[in-house]
């Protein structure tokens, strides 16, 4: 079982739609969490980040994380076509390490 | 503020051949991260270095090697390279050595071998 699962998708929404990005992951040690946006052969750009459970908004963007069950969502609300990329999430420990998902690709249609 | 930069931006080299990547990190910034980025795939982390030292290390041979100058610039040096080395290698920088502390990625260097 990998570390941190994440649907690839791909995901397809209109422009406006609120799109749900979600992860799951088994390493109980993760205490922090955090959301990057890549576009296409680019790197990661951070988006969210979030240390422990509860929620966090900025602009359309809010992360959720559950710890008692070991879930990590992203919402993102009145979506762009700016917002078309792969959205990784990721999971750390005291290990300096980040443990990320494989990513989800989104598509925003105009 | 120059954020994360790294050198070269794509190299294209043969089996066995060795190869070293640059990166400078966030003006500030005293820790830099090593990551391969297969196609397809999300980061899988090969290293951390911090005051010149190599403080963690994940499930990468030995033929992967780094280095971290006074300056906290990073190479990433790769011996006998594989056709499955072929990845995008990104570097990370961070303030301080706390595990906690956000990442922040360079474009990364397209690396393919034939």
């Known amino acids: 079982q990998k570390e941190v699962e994440q649907d690839p998708g791909p995901l397809s929404v209109p422009e406006g739609a609120i799109v749900s990005l979600n992860c799951t992951y088994s390493?109980?040690?993760?205490?922090?969490f955090m959301w990057y946006r890549q576009y296409s052969r680019k790197g990661p750009e951070l988006l969210m980040y979030?240390?422990?459970?509860g929620n966090k908004e900025d602009g359309r963007f809010t992360a959720q994380v559950d710890k008692s069950s070991k879930y990590i969502s992203l919402f993102i609300r009145d979506s762009q076509p700016s917002d078309s990329a792969t959205y990784l999430c990721?999971?750390?420990?005291?290990?300096?390490?980040?443990?990320f998902g494989k990513g989800t690709l989104l598509t925003v249609n105009p | 503020d120059a954020g994360v930069t790294q050198s070269p931006t794509h190299l294209i080299k043969t089996r066995g051949q060795q190869v070293t990547l640059r990166c400078s990190p966030k003006?500030?910034?005293?820790?830099v991260s090593w990551y391969q980025q297969a196609l397809g795939q999300g980061p899988q982390f090969i290293f951390q270095?911090?005051?010149?030292?190599?403080?963690q290390r994940g499930n990468f041979p030995d033929r992967f090697s780094g280095h971290q100058f006074p300056n906290y610039s990073s190479e990433l040096n790769v011996n006998a390279l594989l056709l499955g080395d072929s990845a995008l290698y990104l570097c990370?920088?961070?303030?301080?050595?706390?595990?906690?502390?956000?990442?922040?990625f360079g474009s990364g260097t397209q690396l393919s071998v034939l």
């Open positions: 990721a999971g750390g420990g005291s290990n300096y390490k980040l443990t």
């Open positions: 990370a920088s961070s303030l301080s050595a706390i595990p906690q502390e956000k990442l922040f």
């Open positions: 979030t240390y422990s459970s």
């Open positions: 003006s500030g910034h005293d820790t």
């Open positions: 390493n109980s040690a993760f205490q922090y």
């Open positions: 270095y911090y005051e010149e030292e190599e403080r």
